[in-house]
């Protein structure tokens, strides 16, 4: 017995197959055509290309994404929040801290050394004893030269008393006369010697070296100690040829040191070097900090971007806020516990930072970090981190 069924009007299972694998390509085609390339709400017209109708297509697009992302937890992310301030342009350099206050002390006299009082690293305030000498040699030298003095003024006294009415010219001729006066500048330089066997500090500071022990004999002017200022800090800043010009004596300075990461420090540019050095096409700027706690050291390697130019009122973000979408520059917002997406226009750029010319206002909070993968709608938990003064 024959069947109808093979003739071929019922299809075969192969054929069948291949016809239902057309369809579910189809059907997919369309939805991502649909739904997988539209952007978010509004950013079209944000971007300005003035289309109702992408507009229109393109706000449709965006309610399954912003859908799937209602379904999310919360992303934790960092905002800053925008506000109008002055966009410095900067000059970049390098250098190393050095006190602007060092002495390297010695005796003016020799002898051999009594005590000393301080080690490395003591801090130590102006008029302290920072050595002594043995003073005793120097105290019967000052002993003798003041027996000398009295002797020279009786004689002095005994060949005046008889003119009672001598004058301040003949008192002078008798004092050379008597020795009385050769005899005053030897207590002087006695005295003074005596007093020299104390070394002191100059002014406050950190003693940063001794080179003598107790018992030593030492020289007139040999080295003793050394001793530093740590209340405010030079840098001597190596910059290009070419980033003299605009720096000016007065301009602000941002300084960073590898030994304190995560700090930043606010300096002055105090002075510019005169000339570039030939062989390596730099210049020089001093920049001056305080430091009161101290923690700055010299010899501490420092980068320094150094004030170039003061734009006042301008809205700006850390450069780490921007993204690039379609080949457009755009920064996420933080509202009402979702990311935000919107188009900007930038304006001056430094290594850091980028003025904002359209896209966002005072008052918005711009999204900083966590915001590389987000999509637009999406849920987030925003945490605000300080940015300008």
């Keep these: 017995m024959k069947h109808r069924s093979d003739t071929g009007l019922v299809p075969s299972r192969p054929r069948l197959r291949l016809l239902v694998l057309f369809v579910s390509f189809g059907l997919l085609a369309v ?12 950013n079209e017209a944000e971007a300005g290309d003035g289309n109702a109708g992408q507009s229109t297509e393109t ?5 399954p994404e912003e859908l799937r992302a209602r ?3 919360p992303l934790a992310v960092t905002a800053i929040v925008a506000k109008r301030a002055p966009f410095v342009l900067s000059v970049y350099g ?4 050095e006190a602007t206050r060092r002495a390297d002390l010695s005796a003016s006299v020799g ?9 490395p690293g003591a801090d130590v305030s102006r008029g302290e004893l920072l050595v002594a000498l043995d003073p005793v040699p120097y105290e019967i030298t000052l002993r003798e030269a003041d027996a000398q003095r009295v002797r020279a003024d009786v004689d002095y006294e005994r060949q005046l008393f008889q003119d009672e009415t001598a004058d301040e010219e003949k008192r002078t ?3 050379h006369l008597t020795g009385r006066t050769e005899a005053e500048l030897r207590v002087e330089r006695a005295q003074r010697d005596l007093d020299a066997t104390k070394l002191r500090a100059p002014f406050s500071g950190v003693v940063s070296r001794v080179s003598v022990q107790t018992g030593e004999r030492i020289g007139a002017e040999q080295a003793v100690v050394s001793l530093v200022s740590l209340d405010r800090i030079r840098i001597p800043v190596e910059v290009l040829e070419s980033d003299v010009p605009p720096l000016r004596v007065g301009g602000s300075a941002n300084v960073r ?8 420090f606010v300096g002055e540019i105090e002075a510019l070097g005169p000339e570039i050095d030939p062989e390596t096409g730099t210049g020089r700027a001093y920049v001056e900090l305080d430091n009161p706690d101290h923690r700055i050291r010299p010899g501490m390697y420092a980068e320094v971007l150094l004030e170039a130019g003061s734009y006042p009122d301008r809205i700006s973000v850390p450069r780490e806020a921007l993204l690039e979408r379609d080949r457009k520059l755009l920064v996420f917002r933080a509202k009402a516990g979702r990311a935000e997406w919107t188009y900007v226009e930038t304006g001056l750029e430094t290594d850091d930072r980028v003025e904002l010319l359209s896209g966002v206002a005072p008052g918005d909070s711009v999204l900083v970090e966590g915001h590389l993968t987000l999509a637009h709608g999406a849920p987030i938990k925003a945490k605000t981190r300080p940015d300008l003064p």
């Design 31 to 42: 939805f991502v055509w649909r739904y997988g390339l539209a952007g978010p709400a509004g």
């Design 59 to 63: 706000n449709a697009g965006t309610v």
């Design 173 to 175: 001729r008798v004092a």
């Design 111 to 119: 002898g051999r050394v009594d005590r000393v009082r301080v080690i």
């Design 94 to 97: 390098t250098g190393r801290a």
């Design 257 to 264: 040191f590898a030994a304190l990461p995560g700090e930043s």
């Design 71 to 73: 379904e999310l937890e």
